[in-house]
Protein backbone atom coordinates (compact mmCIF):
# COMPACT_ATOMS: atom_id res chain seq x y z
CA UNK A 1 0.00 0.00 0.00
CA UNK A 2 1.08 3.34 -0.80
CA UNK A 3 0.32 6.19 1.39
CA UNK A 4 0.66 10.15 -0.07
CA UNK A 5 0.27 12.89 2.11
CA UNK A 6 -0.66 16.32 0.56
CA UNK A 7 1.81 18.03 3.22
CA UNK A 8 4.67 15.92 3.99
CA UNK A 9 5.00 14.85 7.34
CA UNK A 10 8.73 13.83 8.36
CA UNK A 11 8.72 11.27 10.86
CA UNK A 12 5.04 10.51 11.18
CA UNK A 13 5.02 7.01 13.09
CA UNK A 14 2.76 4.74 14.90
CA UNK A 15 -0.30 2.80 14.61
CA UNK A 16 -3.82 4.05 13.77
CA UNK A 17 -6.99 1.77 12.63
CA UNK A 18 -4.90 -1.25 12.12
CA UNK A 19 -2.32 0.50 9.66
CA UNK A 20 1.26 0.86 10.79
CA UNK A 21 2.99 3.92 9.54
CA UNK A 22 6.60 4.62 9.35
CA UNK A 23 8.80 7.04 8.11
CA UNK A 24 12.10 5.76 5.88
CA UNK A 25 15.01 8.33 6.32
CA UNK A 26 16.97 7.54 3.30
CA UNK A 27 14.16 7.02 0.97
CA UNK A 28 12.39 9.64 2.47
CA UNK A 29 9.21 8.54 2.57
CA UNK A 30 6.43 8.13 5.11
CA UNK A 31 5.34 4.25 4.31
CA UNK A 32 2.03 2.81 5.74
CA UNK A 33 0.91 -1.31 5.90
CA UNK A 34 -1.60 -3.40 7.40
CA UNK A 35 -1.01 -4.39 10.73
CA UNK A 36 -0.77 -8.23 10.91
CA UNK A 37 -0.50 -10.16 14.33
CA UNK A 38 2.18 -13.05 14.04
CA UNK A 39 1.07 -16.40 14.69
CA UNK A 40 3.14 -18.31 17.18
CA UNK A 41 5.19 -21.13 15.42
CA UNK A 42 8.09 -22.89 15.56
CA UNK A 43 9.81 -20.54 13.16
CA UNK A 44 8.85 -17.54 15.55
CA UNK A 45 10.23 -19.30 18.35
CA UNK A 46 13.75 -20.47 16.87
CA UNK A 47 13.96 -16.61 15.12
CA UNK A 48 13.35 -15.13 18.58
CA UNK A 49 16.12 -17.38 19.64
CA UNK A 50 18.46 -16.68 17.35
CA UNK A 51 17.98 -12.62 17.64
CA UNK A 52 18.62 -12.83 21.13
CA UNK A 53 21.69 -14.64 20.77
CA UNK A 54 23.10 -12.17 17.95
CA UNK A 55 22.12 -9.38 20.83
CA UNK A 56 24.39 -11.13 23.58
CA UNK A 57 27.13 -11.04 20.63
CA UNK A 58 27.78 -7.60 21.70
CA UNK A 59 29.95 -6.01 18.62
CA UNK A 60 32.67 -3.47 19.86
CA UNK A 61 32.35 -0.25 18.44
CA UNK A 62 34.70 -0.34 16.00
CA UNK A 63 33.57 -2.58 14.63
CA UNK A 64 30.03 -1.23 14.73
CA UNK A 65 31.75 1.98 12.97
CA UNK A 66 33.08 -0.42 10.85
CA UNK A 67 29.44 -1.41 9.42
CA UNK A 68 28.49 2.18 9.49
CA UNK A 69 31.53 3.45 7.09
CA UNK A 70 30.58 -0.45 4.95
CA UNK A 71 27.02 0.87 4.65
CA UNK A 72 28.03 4.44 3.61
CA UNK A 73 30.12 3.22 0.84
CA UNK A 74 27.48 0.66 -0.25
CA UNK A 75 24.96 3.29 -0.27
CA UNK A 76 27.09 6.06 -2.16
CA UNK A 77 27.97 3.00 -4.72
CA UNK A 78 23.28 2.38 -5.28
CA UNK A 79 22.17 3.81 -8.39
CA UNK A 80 18.84 4.37 -7.25
CA UNK A 81 17.46 4.68 -3.24
CA UNK A 82 15.20 1.00 -3.71
CA UNK A 83 18.29 -0.84 -2.15
CA UNK A 84 19.75 0.87 0.04
CA UNK A 85 21.43 0.16 3.36
CA UNK A 86 19.74 2.18 6.98
CA UNK A 87 21.16 0.60 9.82
CA UNK A 88 24.43 -1.00 11.06
CA UNK A 89 22.13 -3.92 13.12
CA UNK A 90 20.27 -4.66 9.91
CA UNK A 91 23.76 -4.92 7.93
CA UNK A 92 24.40 -7.12 10.31
CA UNK A 93 21.99 -9.68 11.18
CA UNK A 94 22.02 -9.72 7.07
CA UNK A 95 25.67 -11.01 7.25
CA UNK A 96 25.36 -13.42 10.09
CA UNK A 97 22.48 -15.48 7.95
CA UNK A 98 24.57 -15.15 4.98
CA UNK A 99 27.63 -16.72 6.78
CA UNK A 100 25.47 -19.59 7.92
CA UNK A 101 24.00 -19.66 4.36
CA UNK A 102 27.30 -20.56 3.27
CA UNK A 103 28.45 -22.19 6.17
CA UNK A 104 25.41 -24.66 7.66
CA UNK A 105 27.31 -25.96 10.58
CA UNK A 106 27.35 -22.77 12.45
CA UNK A 107 23.94 -22.32 14.67
CA UNK A 108 23.03 -18.66 15.16
CA UNK A 109 21.03 -19.39 18.39
CA UNK A 110 24.11 -20.71 20.09
CA UNK A 111 27.08 -19.15 19.05
CA UNK A 112 29.04 -17.34 20.88
CA UNK A 113 32.34 -14.60 20.26
CA UNK A 114 34.69 -17.53 21.44
CA UNK A 115 33.24 -19.81 18.68
CA UNK A 116 33.45 -17.09 15.79
CA UNK A 117 37.39 -16.77 16.87
CA UNK A 118 37.81 -20.38 17.48
CA UNK A 119 36.51 -21.56 13.71
CA UNK A 120 37.53 -18.53 12.22
CA UNK A 121 34.54 -17.13 10.92
CA UNK A 122 34.47 -14.74 8.18
CA UNK A 123 32.16 -12.50 10.39
CA UNK A 124 35.00 -11.40 12.42
CA UNK A 125 35.53 -8.42 10.30
CA UNK A 126 33.53 -6.04 7.81
CA UNK A 127 36.74 -7.01 5.54
CA UNK A 128 36.91 -11.01 6.10
CA UNK A 129 33.24 -10.74 4.74
CA UNK A 130 33.66 -8.85 1.94
CA UNK A 131 36.46 -11.28 1.30
CA UNK A 132 34.50 -14.45 1.87
CA UNK A 133 31.74 -12.88 -0.35
CA UNK A 134 29.37 -12.32 2.16
CA UNK A 135 29.11 -8.69 1.37
CA UNK A 136 29.72 -7.04 -1.96
CA UNK A 137 32.87 -4.80 -2.12
CA UNK A 138 33.25 -1.27 -1.68
CA UNK A 139 36.08 1.46 -1.97
CA UNK A 140 38.25 1.31 1.05
CA UNK A 141 36.65 -1.96 2.17
CA UNK A 142 40.37 -3.11 2.50
CA UNK A 143 40.84 -1.10 5.76
CA UNK A 144 37.29 -2.27 7.53
CA UNK A 145 39.34 -4.59 10.01
CA UNK A 146 37.72 -4.16 13.32
CA UNK A 147 36.74 -7.51 15.08
CA UNK A 148 33.59 -7.99 16.65
Not at 84 to 91: A, D, F, M, Q, V
Request: aromatic share 10%; glycine share 4%.
Amino acid sequence: MKATFKSYMHGYTGKLDGIVYYYHPIKQICMGRRYVKPQESTANIRLRAVMANLKLLQPSEGYINDIKHYIFRYNDKQPSKKNLLISWNNLFVKLMFAMVKANPNVDLATLSREQVFAQDLPCQSVKKAVDAGLLPAVLDCEWLTKTI
